[in-house]
Each structure stands twice: as structure tokens, then as C-alpha cells.
């Protein structure tokens, strides 16, 4: 092999051992922020969550597993959030019902206590309540997505409105009233 194809084989080798070693610290970075997304302050959580989709989509799976750190993340960051995390989070607590739903009630209620008071809480509901996760898939116009929109909606709702229907503790009324707004959700949907 003449001299100058190997030294411009070995530039290219440098070269690229050198950028993988420059992209891992990224990766290791990214990590690191999913990790501490707990120690965050709730707006720099805020903003962690709208830039970065792998650790937003993590932490809403997190929350919708109803589990109790998950659902304390949910507490300290619905405050700070904005349009499009407001809607996830919410979407994803309500979800949280299914699989906790004395919980995830109780956070609603915490939640809806320290921003608008009492008296807003019934307007809070309609979103963590009412919302599947097949509010956000683009179905229109295809038969097949629009079924399985419908059958996702009406499973997820039903579950909801059975986990709500469980619950005994101070936060009956929001319970009850989570369920009302389920039940107007699963009939919108299956009248469609």
C-alpha cells in the first residue's frame, strides 16, 4: 500500500476513534440528566422533559405505572409545566389510575389544590380523566387506526372507570367526579 493511502487511512481512523470518543460523553450525559430529573428543579425538569424525548417518554411511563416516586415527580413538576408537558403529564397521571388509582387521585387533588384552588378542581379533572392515549394518535381517515383508536379509548376508560370506582378515601368526591368525566369520555367515543 503506497504511504500516502495509509497516512490518509490512519487520518480517517484517528479521526473517527476520535468522534466516538467525543459522542460518548453525550450519551453518558443524557444518562445522567434521565437520572437526575428527580433532583431537578421542577422548571429545569420542565424543560428536560420538552427537549428530550427519550427521557420525557420515560418518565411518562414512569408516571403512568402509578408508582409512588413517579407519581411525587408528577407533584413537583405539574406546577412548572407548560402547554405540551401539561397535557403528557396530565394524560399520563390519569393513566395512573388505572394502576393506582387512591393515588394518583390523591396527587390530582394535591396538585390542583396548589394552583388554582378548590373550586377549579372539576375543570382540572377533565384532562387526566377524560384523556386516552389514543387522544393523540392521528387516525383520521384511516378505518383500521380509527378501530383500534376506538378500542384502545374504550379499554383504557373502562379501566379507569373501574380502578375510580375502588377508591375509599378523602378524595371520594374527586373520585366520583373522575369518574363521571371517564364515563362522558367513553361515550364520546363509542358513539363515534
Given at each position: 500500500?503506497?504511504?500516502?493511502?495509509?497516512?490518509?487511512?490512519?487520518?480517517?481512523?484517528?479521526?473517527?476513534?476520535?468522534?466516538?470518543?467525543?459522542?460518548?460523553?453525550?450519551?453518558?450525559?443524557?444518562?445522567?440528566?434521565?437520572?437526575?430529573?428527580?433532583?431537578?428543579?421542577?422548571?429545569?425538569?420542565?424543560?428536560?422533559?420538552?427537549?428530550?424525548?427519550?427521557?420525557?417518554?420515560?418518565?411518562?411511563?414512569?408516571?403512568?405505572?402509578?408508582?409512588?416516586?413517579?407519581?411525587?415527580?408528577?407533584?413537583?413538576?405539574?406546577?412548572?409545566?407548560?402547554?405540551?408537558?401539561?397535557?403528557?403529564?396530565?394524560?399520563?397521571?390519569?393513566?395512573?389510575?388505572?394502576?393506582?388509582?387512591?393515588?394518583?387521585?390523591?396527587?390530582?387533588?394535591?396538585?390542583?389544590?396548589g394552583e388554582m384552588g378548590q373550586r377549579a378542581l372539576l375543570q382540572y379533572l377533565h384532562w387526566p380523566c377524560g384523556a386516552?392515549?389514543?387522544?393523540?394518535?392521528?387516525?383520521?381517515?384511516?378505518?383500521?387506526?380509527?378501530?383500534?383508536?376506538?378500542?384502545?379509548?374504550?379499554?383504557?376508560?373502562?379501566?379507569?372507570i373501574k380502578a375510580l370506582q375502588s377508591i375509599k378515601s378523602n378524595n371520594l368526591k374527586t373520585a366520583k367526579d373522575c369518574?363521571?368525566?371517564?364515563?362522558?369520555?367513553?361515550?364520546?367515543?363509542?358513539?363515534?
Amino acid at each position: 500500500m503506497p504511504k500516502s493511502l495509509s497516512s490518509v487511512l490512519l487520518v480517517l481512523f484517528i479521526q473517527s476513534a476520535c468522534a466516538s470518543k467525543t459522542e460518548a460523553p453525550l450519551q453518558v450525559q443524557s444518562e445522567a440528566e434521565a437520572r437526575d430529573l428527580f433532583s431537578l428543579s421542577p422548571r429545569e425538569a420542565v424543560s428536560l422533559l420538552a427537549k428530550d424525548e427519550a427521557i420525557a417518554s420515560s418518565a411518562y411511563k414512569g408516571i403512568e405505572s402509578g408508582d409512588s416516586k413517579w407519581l411525587d415527580l408528577y407533584k413537583r413538576v405539574r406546577p412548572a409545566s407548560d402547554a405540551s408537558v401539561s397535557e403528557s403529564i396530565d394524560q399520563s397521571v390519569g393513566l395512573a389510575i388505572i394502576h393506582n388509582p387512591t393515588a394518583a387521585i390523591d396527587a390530582i387533588v394535591e396538585v390542583s389544590k396548589g394552583e388554582m384552588g378548590q373550586r377549579a378542581l372539576l375543570q382540572y379533572l377533565h384532562w387526566p380523566c377524560g384523556a386516552t392515549s389514543a387522544d393523540f394518535s392521528e387516525s383520521e381517515g384511516n378505518k383500521q387506526k380509527e378501530r383500534v383508536a376506538k378500542d384502545t379509548a374504550s379499554r383504557e376508560l373502562k379501566a379507569k372507570i373501574k380502578a375510580l370506582q375502588s377508591i375509599k378515601s378523602n378524595n371520594l368526591k374527586t373520585a366520583k367526579d373522575c369518574r363521571e368525566i371517564a364515563q362522558q369520555a367513553l361515550k364520546r367515543w363509542t358513539s363515534k
